[in-house]
């Protein structure tokens, strides 16, 4: 089981980023899936999560209207389309999956499994 997070960079503030979350090893569709953050000398904090049916989708008040979550079962992936980027989204961005399948274990960093490698996202001009 491998989750592998890709698409961060270096953006200027206003910009956009898409984040991509790909799974090896198990079927995404059948997770819930969240991503995460963190930023140095800060808590990891929930940015968004997304059950097996997109009936339930959850964003953090501090991204909520600029940030927006998918998943393309077909290609076994979760994205997270990052708009009207702000310098304090600077952090490692982390997807994650529960280990129980067709469970939503909601937002708290605790209650996920599986963690791929995170990718930096540095937004600056």
């Known amino acids: 089981v491998q989750l592998v997070e890709s698409g961060g960079g270096l953006v200027q503030p206003g910009g956009s980023l898409r984040l991509s979350c790909a799974a090896s090893g198990f079927t995404l569709g059948y997770y819930a899936i969240g991503w995460f953050r963190q930023a140095p000398g800060k808590e990891r904090e929930g940015i968004s999560c997304i059950d097996t049916t997109d009936a339930e989708i959850w964003y953090a008040d501090s991204v909520k209207g600029r940030f927006t979550i998918s998943r393309d079962d077909a290609k076994n992936a979760v994205f997270l389309q990052m708009d009207t980027l702000k310098p304090e989204d600077t952090a490692v961005y982390y997807c994650?999956?529960?280990?129980?399948?067709?469970?939503?274990?909601?937002?708290?960093?605790?209650?996920?499994?599986?963690w791929g490698q995170g990718t930096q996202v540095t937004v600056s001009s």
């Open positions: 994650a999956a529960p280990y129980t399948a067709l469970w939503y274990p909601g937002t708290h960093w605790n209650n996920y499994d599986y």
